[in-house]
């Protein structure tokens, strides 16, 4: 029997977007501290750049865990772990003095990162599948424009005090102040415990093995989105300096063209995403495959911009489309754990793009090797017919979703 969801209040509707905002500000400060955060430690390159690597060590073990939590204590826990991300900056900022103590503030960082991520992913899926509007989304094209817009802060901030502690304590302010926000926004909503009795539940011990293996398979598909957007957005600048001489000035604009074409397309396509998600899914993975081979072809800087800005386009409406079809299906009180199964393994994407694109590169060269990031797309495209099939096995396989049309559902190519 479906559960009849009433309308969420106004404040509940912005609650994602302001929990990416957050995010999103967080990030943009993080990464225009990090030549600051480096001399502050006082490490190599090399050093730092392992150091870096410690981000998603912390962060996968906690993605995995916070969907029981969210599960358990509801959804203004998105909050709380938005507020404890800006402290666990402030924190590192004070402690990393050294390496030891670098790799560790990291760690704890990346947990507090990957902890805040899943939360307020399964707020806005919660937010989707009541409003039936696509939230998942817009709130992450929030998430990209904050990033942007706390990035050109944090340079000025540190342009005029020059202090790492300065710029993480103004991220934790606007991390505790949004993320207290994100608290009061959702206190309407019910906890786990008060659910309607009729609810679809998530299966018993028996039925756990069959319920986590369309997530994970979900998960996988995403994990070639994750690589192929994080290995356009961290080697476009790469490609205009070593292939075509570009100047820095020049060079950067292509991850600034990239983000900005992420963002604008999130939300330009969030409702065809929503209504269509599988023929929004071909698309952009055959936009983004054409534009891979563009760009590893292209004989000039602008046709290789386009290039990279094509990709933005196909490649920035993939995972955020996964999620929304990936957890339409998933009852209330379960989706948080559904949240960290397909986020985590997606994660390992995002992490291992760079460094596929680079093993890449060193073989045949920068430009060449974004046949390789193509290569990606066509086989998430070609993975796509077996979406509907796994939502039909999925926790809810019982259950139809109360907010959205069969016909909806049911895409053809």
């Known amino acids: 029997m479906s559960t009849v969801i009433t309308p969420p209040a106004g404040m509940f509707r912005a609650a994602p977007f302001i929990g990416f905002a957050g995010f999103g500000a967080f990030w943009g400060i993080w990464g225009a501290s990090l030549p600051l955060l480096r001399a502050r430690a006082g490490v190599s390159d090399a050093e730092f750049g392992v150091a870096l690597l410690f981000v998603g060590v912390g962060a996968l073990p906690a993605m995995l865990l916070t969907g029981r939590l969210v599960d358990a204590l509801g ?175 020049l060079a950067a604009l292509a991850p600034a063209a990239f983000a900005t074409t992420a963002a604008l397309t999130r939300l330009a396509t969030g409702a065809a995403a929503l209504r269509r998600p599988l023929v929004t899914l071909a698309a952009g993975s055959a936009l983004a495959t054409a534009a ?31 999620l929304s079809h990936g957890l339409r299906p998933i009852p209330d009180e379960s989706r948080g754990r559904a949240t960290s199964v397909i986020s985590t393994v997606a994660y390992l994407g995002f992490l291992a793009g760079p460094a596929y694109f680079g093993l890449l590169a060193d073989v045949s060269g920068v430009q060449e090797a974004f046949l390789g990031i193509a290569a990606l797309t066509v086989v998430l495209l070609t993975a796509i017919p077996a979406l509907p099939a796994l939502n039909r096995r999925g926790p809810a396989g019982a259950s139809r979703t109360p907010s959205i049309t069969d016909d909806q559902q049911s895409d053809s190519f």
Not at 124 to 142: H, I, W
Not at 155 to 177: E, K, P, Q
Not at 294 to 322: D, E, F, K, N, Q
């Open 292 to 322: 891979g081979v563009l760009t590893a072809l292209a004989p000039t800087p602008p046709l290789a911009l386009a290039g990279v800005i094509a990709a933005a386009a196909g490649t920035s409406v993939l995972l955020p489309t996964l």
């Open 75 to 249: 959804l203004r826990v998105a909050g709380v772990l938005l507020a404890l991300l800006g402290v666990a900056g402030v924190a590192l900022s004070v402690v990393s003095v050294d390496y030891a103590a670098l790799c560790a503030g990291i760690l704890v960082t990346g947990a507090a990162s990957g902890a805040a991520d899943v939360a307020i992913i399964t707020l806005a899926a919660t937010a989707e599948k009541q409003t039936r509007r696509p939230v998942l989304a817009r709130s992450q094209a929030t998430f990209s424009a904050t990033v942007a817009v706390s990035s050109l802060g944090a340079g000025a901030l540190t342009a005029t005090a020059g202090s790492l502690l300065v710029n993480f304590a103004a991220g934790a302010v606007i991390s505790a102040a949004l993320g207290l926000v994100v608290v009061t926004a959702t206190r309407s909503v019910p906890a786990p415990d008060d659910v309607a009795p009729d609810s679809p539940k998530a299966p018993g011990r028996a039925g756990r093995v069959s319920w986590w293996i369309p997530l994970l398979v979900v998960g996988a598909i995403g994990m070639l989105a994750a690589a192929s957007e994080n290995a356009y957005q961290s080697w476009s600048a790469v490609l205009l300096t070593e292939e075509f001489t570009a100047s820095p000035a």
